[in-house]
């Protein structure tokens, strides 16, 4: 059996097709969502604009301006023309830090502000304070063209819609402050009614429901795991069908050999197993550090999935190799294109895809029980989604139940010894 | 191969031996086996003694694999009795095995091993015992000539080198009965002649062999007996003279002989007066050539060509031969071996 093992082992290593697939392609694949998926988080992300600020008289004078602007850089930076810092304004940032908006550079006036953002490209605009203390902005030519180039400047379209709000939200806090000191000054005695005023209105807020921060292509990237351990079902397929005599010369020399096919069968599975479990450990490490993809820093449950995702896979693979009156090219086509229906299903390929897999899941949730991709899938998405590790046991009893299966039926055909025909 | 080692026994002088060994190395008894409604083997029965070269030879689809294969317990079979050494055989007769060499007609290498690790691959499967092995190993790639191809994957090998690696992996573990299933399919003259010298050596060193082909010439060549079947029935047993003399035919005589192709009435009177001569069975002309088949006889040709130079035919180029497993193939059935 140990023979048998290492021979196994050495052969899938060597067979350069089942190395691309399940080597090289995954990594392949990996590369290609980096490129399309790789913007997507970051267009999110609050990115830190460089903005002049024409720190002239109107704007010293405006402590409520001064207090916004220094709330939305990590250091304030205090005018020389004004004699105070202002105090920051207390922003709950969440998990979003406000803080790494703005980076400012003070300018004594509006022509120099024109100046430096026609001269300096990173410089996206330039905030100014009026006469009535209200704050303005003002973005430069080269920010509105790139502004929809989410390529190079991910974060910026929503970095400037951030910024907008604030603005607008402060001028029409401003406003109305200004109109009722003008109407009716002695309601501001009404703590009630100020304590009113000074609250932030109730936008949106970021709440964390599940165990690390949702990553929308981190399904894909999971799905594609799913994949490949599908794919790695060659493995054992080629392992059974080289032992089985009605199948291949080779396999009539081996079911000549004194030893038991048991034997000779758990010698190739163990090797294909861990040829399995090496292959998507190498497609998982590549995921995680250079697609940045997380598995919620549970690395021992990572790492279980992969053992039990490649167990199942085998099992399959087994029982898809011990099938009866089929060749074993036609099996090793079975197994590519089971991979590849499957991984549909479980939403590998695009947007369409992860809606009928998310239809799957809410309307016949039998067949995405049965899915071996699938439950692969939700082995990942267990560990990173769910505080309890619940849901990832159930997934892992899940796949277990089916390789048992897969196993017990395969036994069945690979019990025979003896053919009609060879 | 390496065919250094001499063969110290004749034929004859082995047959000889082998009468006062009990035990058959194999015996089959009336064995059916049918493919749906074909029947491919009819009630053969094979009896092979220890040490000797048994030839199985038939045409394709005559049952010759069939019968090996059953015989290996790989395929079942509709009713009778196999046993190899006295012991009954099937699928986990492990120790009989052990004891079991197979070079299959088709190449059953790993094409992603080197001949080393795939002639020790299949050693391993029968030997555990890893410095034995690797000895054993050694003495198979010296023995089939591989030693300059050891790291080669078989990709890299010709059609003759990758037969030997093929007979490598089947001889390893030194078996006392190994089946060959026509090694010579598609293999240049010279590796054909080094395949059976091989064979020759490996039976001269204590090893009973089982010989399948449809090559009558190598099977006359190697083998001690001969067992002819067809339609999974045995035709005739026997050595390579025991089956010659089967038939009637002891020599062909082929008479170049163009004057006889335009006069009708010439031709006539010659054909009858060569068969009134009383060695001769049977005389036909075809083309330019005269064929007078004999009876065995010391003066055949002497007779013949006096017969001719009395009837003033003159002749061109004459040829004897002496019969060959196809006349008793085809005197026997009715249809030429390689049909």
Known sequence: MWSTFLTTLRINLREKSSLFWLFCFPILLSTMFLGMFGNLSATYEVTTMRFAMVANGDYCKSEGAQQLVAAMQRTPVTPQTCDTAPDAMDVDSGVTDLRDLLDVTPVDSTAEATDLINTDTDVRGFLTVDGDGLLHMTISRATVSSVNDTMSTPGLPVSLSILDGAIGMFNRQALTVAQIMTSDPAVFTNEVFTAAVQEAPGFTRQVRLTNFKPDESARYYYALLAMTALMAMTFAVTTVCSAQANLSALGMRRSLAPLTRLRQLMGGFLASWLCTFCSLLVALLYIHFVCRISFGGRWAATLLAIVVASFASNALGTLLGSLPKLTAGTKIGLTTAFSCALSLLSGLYGSGAMALSDWIQRNAPVVATINPTQQVTNLFYDILYYDSYAPFFRTVGILLTMAVLALALATVFLRRQRYAHL | ?339
Do not use: W
């Open chain 2, 1 to 339: 191969m390496n065919t250094t080692a001499p063969i110290p026994t004749s034929a004859a002088q082995r047959t000889a031996q082998r009468t006062a060994q009990p035990t058959p190395a194999i015996r089959v008894t009336e064995l059916v086996k049918h493919y749906g409604d074909n029947l491919a083997l009819d009630y053969l029965s094979m009896e092979v003694r220890r040490d000797e070269i048994y030839g199985l030879l038939g045409p394709n689809g005559s049952g010759k694999t069939t019968a090996i294969n059953c015989i290996l317990g790989l395929l079942t079979y509709d009713s009778g009795e196999i046993r190899i050494f006295g012991e009954p055989m099937g699928p986990t007769s492990y120790d009989l095995k052990r004891r079991i060499g197979v070079v299959p007609q088709d190449i059953a290498v790993f094409n992603e091993l080197t001949v080393e690790e795939n002639i020790s691959y299949f050693c391993s499967l029968y030997v555990a015992d890893r410095a034995r092995r690797t000895g054993l190993v050694d003495e198979a790639i010296a023995f089939v000539g591989l030693d300059d191809y050891r790291t080669y994957r078989p990709r890299k090998l010709s059609g003759g080198l990758l037969r030997r690696l093929n007979i490598a992996c089947g001889i390893v573990h030194k078996p006392e009965l190994i089946f060959f299933d026509e090694p010579t399919v598609a293999v240049d003259p010279q590796s054909r002649n080094a395949i059976l010298e091989g064979i020759e050596q490996l039976n001269a060193q204590g090893s009973t062999i089982v010989y399948t082909s449809h090559y009558m010439e190598e099977v006359e060549q190697i083998c001690d007996r001969i067992q002819i079947i067809d339609h999974g029935r045995q035709i005739a047993l026997g050595t390579a003279d025991e089956l010659k003399r089967m038939i009637d035919v002891g020599e062909r005589i082929s008479i170049e002989a163009p004057s006889l192709t335009g006069g009708d009435d010439t031709r006539a009177r010659t054909i009858a007066a060569l068969r009134d001569l009383p060695a001769v069975h049977d005389v036909a002309f075809e083309q330019d050539t005269l064929t007078v088949s004999c009876v065995q006889g010391a003066h055949n040709l002497i007779d013949v060509l006096q017969a001719l130079r009395q009837a003033d035919v003159p002749v061109g180029h004459v040829s004897s031969h002496t019969p060959t497993l196809n006349d008793v193939f085809l005197a026997l059935t009715g249809t030429d071996l390689r049909d």
